[in-house]
């Protein structure tokens, strides 16, 4: 009897993959299990499931003093994902398989009382991290489509205890995944064709998704403030490998459901607007990601802005900013990626009619001033494009789309077009430049100064929204084909921050 085993496995914590070494010991005494290692209540339950699934696969379970060590001693293990392990620990330990029969492998997946194998959560970066130690993984069957779409891993899929034993012990064949690959579905979604009118929003929605800016549509109730802004993802052009593999890892981790075949599709994420702050940012005992990291490389919608909750809006100014939320318990910190591209829509006043030509505002001066302050400064500050979403007239409303209307396929062509010269001369959008990569790429002429400085003081623009007006202008230019920005360039881009000015 060997007496003692080390297998190698995956921990789980936010978006990190931590390695686990998972250590069996076998000694005299009375038949026990312990396990040890800051084990949650899930992962003591295994000994329970452990014992069973090696009873039913053929094995016997060892009489005597079972000590199972998950180490590192510090790091906070959930979930079953030691299941397969430490049943592999126990038999190497009790001399029913080979002593370095694992060598090489990591071993992730819980198991049933029968011994088959189920699915974990996190199992995209558990793979991407055994990528980066150059070692092999073994995995439940029921994560092989996701792990698929891992390149450069030595993976196999197991469906039970048997047959990964089986593998080990008798160097059985065990199936790698079923190849996938990234891929974006044909797009049966909103079209940009339904809209009728509306060109100015049509117009700011094609530069938000061109720069990656923030928009917000105010207008008053029915005139298609949630139509435009659903049809954003539609104009943004598909994801690259590496953004795809972030957005997948971000689900796995959440534990939703991936379709490999709108993988390189931009995300779209839209609470509604009674989420709470958590449900926003994340949390949880163990932090899981939140709305802002399900929007990561996509597009977080916020329908009906001033009636989420104040917390919630909030939360959102530090991941505009860095690209990232960190979540802070007392046994630590977790780090999600939240680079998300925001669209919201609000209506002027409370009853929505403030401004409207067709019908009368019954609102006071006070009830629309508590009605804008539920939305802070800062975060309107933090909002690259405010445009008002008119009323449409009837005769356009009910003319056929033709062929004057633009569909999503042409406008995101052009799209696509301006962010490749975004990306061929800065390595990023135009709404992440900062510092000098915006100094060199957003130049403005003697006349164009002017017209920056008289805008400036007339709307009383913050440095930061100096900017972000800087940057449109940059993405306007750029949709133009221009290596310049022209004053018409910056004049539009002026235009398009309208709505937080107004008293």
């Not at 117009?203 to 938000?208: C, G, H, N, P, Q």
């Not at 390189?264 to 994420?269: I, R, T, V």
């Not at 000098?436 to 003697?446: F, H, N, P, R, T």
Request: hydrophobic residues 40%.
């Amino acid at each position: 009897m060997a007496g003692l085993a080390r297998v190698w496995s995956r921990g789980q914590s936010g978006m990190q993959s931590e390695p686990v070494r998972v250590e069996v010991d076998i000694g005299s005494g009375l038949p026990t299990v312990l396990i040890v290692g800051l084990p949650e209540t899930a992962v003591r339950e295994a000994r329970d499931r452990v014992r069973a699934a090696i009873n039913n696969s053929g094995f016997k379970f060892p009489d005597g003093r079972v000590t199972i060590n998950l180490a590192p001693a510090d790091l906070p293990k959930e979930g079953g994902r030691f299941d397969l392990p430490i049943a592999i620990g126990v038999l190497i330990a009790s001399g029913q398989m080979p002593e370095h029969c694992a060598d090489g492998y990591e071993l992730i997946g819980e198991l049933a009382l029968g011994g088959e194998l189920r699915s974990i959560r996190a199992a995209i970066p558990a793979a991407l991290a055994v990528r980066q130690y150059d070692r092999k993984l073994i995995a439940p069957s029921d994560n092989q489509h996701e792990l698929a779409l891992v390149n450069g891993l030595d993976v196999r899929v197991a469906d039970c205890l048997a047959q990964v034993t089986g593998f080990l012990r008798d160097d059985r064949t065990l199936p790698r995944p079923i190849a996938n690959t990234l891929s974006v579905a044909a797009s049966g979604g909103p079209d940009l064709k339904d809209v009728r009118g509306q060109h100015g929003a049509r117009r700011a929605l094609e530069v938000a998704a061109a720069g990656r800016h923030h928009l917000l549509l105010c207008g008053p109730p029915g005139t298609g403030k949630t139509l435009l802004a659903t049809r954003l993802t539609g104009l943004l052009p598909p994801l690259t490998e590496s953004e795809a593999l972030e957005v997948l890892s971000i689900r796995s981790v959440a534990g939703d459901c991936i379709d490999a075949r709108l993988c390189a599709e931009p995300p779209l994420a839209a609470p509604h607007h009674s989420a709470s702050m958590t449900a926003i940012a994340g949390g949880g005992t163990h932090p899981r990601p939140g709305e802002v990291s399900r929007a990561h490389n996509g597009v977080l919608f916020l329908d009906e802005l001033p009636e989420f909750e104040r917390r919630a809006l909030e939360v959102l100014r530090e991941p505009i900013e860095s690209g990232r939320i960190v979540i802070s318990r007392v046994s630590g910190q977790c780090q999600f990626p939240a680079r998300f591209q925001m669209v919201a829509t609000m209506n002027p006043c409370p009853c929505g009619h403030l401004g409207d030509p067709e019908v009368m505002c019954t609102c006071g001066p006070t009830a629309v001033a508590r009605y804008r302050r539920r939305i802070s400064g800062p975060l309107l500050d933090r909002i690259d494009l405010h445009v008002t979403v008119p009323r449409v007239p009837f005769d356009v409303l009910r003319e056929p789309a033709g062929d004057a209307t633009e569909s999503s396929s042409s406008v995101r062509q052009r799209v696509t077009e301006a962010r490749a010269r975004q990306l061929g001369r800065q390595s990023c959008a135009n709404a992440d430049l900062s510092g000098a990569g915006l100094e060199s790429a957003a130049k403005l002429d003697q006349q164009g100064e002017m017209l920056l400085g008289r805008a400036a003081t007339k709307f009383k623009l913050s440095a930061r929204a100096i900017h972000r007006t800087l940057k449109v202008a940059r993405t306007i230019a750029d949709l133009a084909g221009s290596h310049d920005i022209a004053p018409l360039h910056l004049s539009e881009a002026i235009a398009m921050r309208g709505v937080d000015t107004v008293d």
